[in-house]
C-alpha cells in the first residue's frame, strides 16, 4: 500500500493537472494535508482554493494549523450540499472527505444537480489511503 505522502501527491497531480480554476475541498473535521495539498496546486496555476468546515469553531482551528498559508484558502463554513450546489456549483475541482457523514448524498446531488459534476474532476477522499490506491488492475 502506498504512504500518504504518495496518496497527498497523487491528489496535488490530479489538481494541478485538471487546469481547475476553483477547487473545493469539503473536510470533516479541520482542515488538513489534502486541504494544503490543494493550496499548492492552486500556486501553482494561479487558483482559488476554498474549504468548506462544518462550524466556526473548525474554521477557526483550521486557520491555526494552516498558519501561513491560511491567507491562500477561503474557508467557509456550513452545510456542505448546500454551499456546494448554491456558491461553488462552478467549482472544476472538489474533494469530499469519506468521513463525511452524508457523502454519498452530496455525491448524488451534485451529479443531479443543475450543473451536473458528472462532467468535472471528482474525487472522494479518505484519511487514509484505501487499500486498492495505486494497485494496477489486472
Known amino acids: 500500500m502506498p504512504s500518504k505522502c504518495a496518496y497527498i501527491e497523487h491528489i496535488y497531480a490530479l489538481a494541478a493537472s485538471n487546469n481547475a480554476q476553483l477547487m ?3 473536510c470533516v473535521v479541520v482542515a488538513n494535508s489534502t486541504a494544503l495539498t490543494l493550496v499548492f496546486a492552486a500556486l501553482q496555476t494561479n487558483d482559488r482554493v476554498v474549504c468548506i468546515l462544518p462550524s466556526i469553531e473548525q ?3 483550521s486557520k491555526k494549523i494552516l498558519s501561513f498559508d491560511a491567507c491562500h484558502v477561503e474557508s467557509v463554513f456550513g452545510e456542505t450540499q448546500n454551499l456546494l450546489l448554491s456558491h461553488y456549483e462552478e467549482a472544476d475541482f472538489v474533494l469530499i472527505d469519506y468521513n463525511l457523514e452524508n457523502h454519498e448524498r452530496i455525491v448524488r ?6 450543473k451536473a459534476f458528472t462532467e468535472r474532476n471528482f474525487l472522494l477522499v479518505t484519511k487514509i489511503p484505501p487499500k486498492s490506491f495505486g494497485k494496477k488492475s489486472h
Open 24 to 26: 473545493v475541498v469539503a
Open 109 to 114: 446531488a451534485m451529479q443531479a444537480g443543475p
Open 59 to 61: 474554521l477557526q482551528q
